[in-house]
Structure formats: C-alpha cells, structure tokens
C-alpha cells in the first residue's frame, strides 16, 4: 500500500475535517502513552502484548499520515525532512 492509498483510506474513515496541531499533539500523546504503559507493564514483569504494541505503531504510522496532511504537508515531504535530519544526526554523533 502507499502512502497516497493509505491517507485515502485515512479520509474515508475521519472524513475531510482538518486537525489544529494542537488537536494533533492531544492525540498523539494517547497513542504515545499507549506506548509507555505496555514499556512499563513489560519493564515490571507482565508479558509484552505483541498484538497491542502492534496497533499501537500502526497507529503512530497511519495517524501520522493524515495529521500531515491536516496541517498542508504531504506525508512524503515530511519523511524526507525526517530521512534528512537522521541522517545528519547519526553522521553528526557517530
């Protein structure tokens, strides 16, 4: 699947209403602490729930793609700025 399929199926579902970053950043976090809780619940013992960390990053992903294009970003500019200043961080430290 593609990018441009995937933020096509992201409209499907949420329609063609567009969050404010705060909007986003209110639910980025959820998802984040979603994360953090299954870290912990794992860090004291409890079995990794493989099936929730899954969904979880899926959700980061395909979430991700639509707040982009919420904010006038195409989902592929972002990830080159990404690719860009990893790439520089990683050469910069290592």
Same mark, same amino acid.
């Given at each position: 699947?593609? =990018?441009?399929? #995937?933020?096509?199926? $992201? +409209?499907?579902?949420?329609?063609?209403?567009? &969050?404010?970053? !705060? %909007?986003?950043?209110?639910?980025?976090?959820?998802? =984040?602490?979603? #994360?953090?809780?299954? $870290? +912990?619940?794992?860090?004291?013992?409890?079995? &990794?729930?493989? !099936? %929730?960390?899954?969904?979880?990053?899926?959700?980061? =992903?395909?979430?991700?793609?639509?707040?982009?294009?919420?904010?006038?970003?195409?989902?592929?500019?972002?990830?080159?700025?990404?690719?860009?200043?990893?790439?520089?961080?990683?050469?910069?430290?290592?």
């Amino acid at each position: 699947m593609s =990018i441009d399929e #995937l933020l096509k199926e $992201a +409209r499907s579902i949420w329609g063609d209403d567009k &969050l404010s970053l !705060d %909007e986003i950043l209110i639910r980025q976090g959820v998802t =984040i602490g979603d #994360l953090h809780r299954l $870290a +912990r619940d794992h860090d004291e013992g409890q079995p &990794l729930d493989e !099936d %929730e960390l899954k969904k979880e990053m899926g959700n980061v =992903i395909f979430s991700t793609i639509r707040w982009c294009d919420d904010l006038g970003y195409t989902p592929e500019e972002c990830i080159e700025s990404a690719k860009k200043a990893q790439a520089k961080y990683h050469q910069d430290r290592f």
